[in-house]
């Protein structure tokens, strides 16, 4: 079953009902708390990524990714010398991870595939039928359980061999991606009918290739985060038209991206809204625009201002790549939803400075904005977690203004703390963007056809191991059984689901 195509539809036949109900003034929904529900079509679903759950990591033929080079060649980088080697031992315990799912009631499972288990050297030469045999054992027995495989292709583990070949921020990746992304709809399409080609290319392209804090560890600010988002786009594209050309017709599924993002919120009463919408175009605008715009291309603010930071720079061209006619119409619009993952806001103000040619270029530099905080805000584990429901709402609202109301597809959520079982604070965490989600839905008519919550389990989270945790469902991290248990917040993820309501407040249980 296609759901896209029928949220679609759906919303189609719904337009001209909701403009009649406007024009007799009949009571809105939001009236009545009974019948705040999530319409019968939206789907529920948990999240999780390969390289933070599998394990595994040299079985049956899989080479090394970039997350395997930094967790091994520079452990130092992670707290507690941690790595994904076993992670919750998903590759041999995956239907434990279903069993989960099941017991809360989730529609879909959106896990990612690990390149580097099915072609560890990028191409078809290096085919690992393992690999290929491992994906298709959990996606039959999520079928088999009633549960949808949602795929994300790529979740920053890209093998360590596409790498050492400049990975993304080669012209180069967009073959390899190509030839990927061909053998996933080849051998799983027939039962994939969602595919999500990149997760959160701000995130991998700004820490991954510009600071370099991040894997994998490229240190080329200013310039590397450009190249890489280039890049990103242009074989997310290929790989939308591929489908398009050789399997919808067949296959009928949908394919999308998974973009992130803040919404931001006035710093004082002297913040401008171009101020607002020049932090949006930073972050999400970056791919959105190209991807979703009427007019396709990077957002103008960004042509302009890092064109004359290049000159001021002495640079003969752009640190933006130029994005070609050619290039322009190949992205734009080839992606059937926007996949959005939401955690957190900032305040934000213009930075009063001038451009300052003497420290290195960022995109940082590039935007110009100080970020702060409310002290209000609650944090999570995280230090970058505070917790703003009201922001979801927002980027919902900014969606549906700035790209004409777009399908999106919130494809993660989620708080993370110590990983305790009685976890009130993520039960409150979801309970109130939920609401929030619901008011986007029926009082704002932004056109969301999912939920998905990060994650299923406790997992590996990057650069911080073990120490923060987001799962519904604890891992007891010191077994070699790595028993899943059920924390609060399932349970309360499962009454939503059975009732399609969000309670008012928490009832708390014994
Ligand atoms: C802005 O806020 C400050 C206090 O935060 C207040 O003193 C000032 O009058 C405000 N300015 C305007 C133009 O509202
Ligand atoms: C985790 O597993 C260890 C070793 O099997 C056991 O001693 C411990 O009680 C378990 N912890 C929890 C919270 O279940």
Redesign the pocket.
Known sequence: MNWVKFVVLLALLLVPLIDCAKLIEVTPVSGNAEERRFPEWFKFGAATAAYQIEGGWNEDGRGASVWDTLTHDYPELVVNRDNGDVAADSYHRFREDIKALQEVGFNFYRFSISWARILPEGDLSSLKQAGIDYYNKLIDALIEAGIEPVVTMVHYDLPQYVQNLGGLASPLFVKYFKIYANTLFRNYGDRVKMWITHNEPFDFCVEGYGSGIDGPLVRASGVGEYLCGHYTLLSHAAAYHLYDQRYRKEQGGSIGITLSGRFFFPASNETVPSVIDRALQYQLGWFTHPLFSESGGYPPIMIEDIADHSLLEGRTMSRLPEMSERERKLIKGSADFLGYNYYSSRLVERDPREYDIGSPPSLDKDAGLIYSVKPSWKRAKSSWLYVVPEGLRGILNWFKEEYNNPLVFITENGFSDDGQ?EDHDRVEYYRAHLEQLLGAILDDECSVMGFTAWSIIDNFEWLRGYSEKFGLY?V??????R?R?PKLSSKFIHEVIQSRQVPSNVISRG
Do not use: G, I, V
Request: proline share 10%; no cysteine.
């Open positions: 079982l604890h007891n991290y010191s077994s070699p059984t028993e248990t």
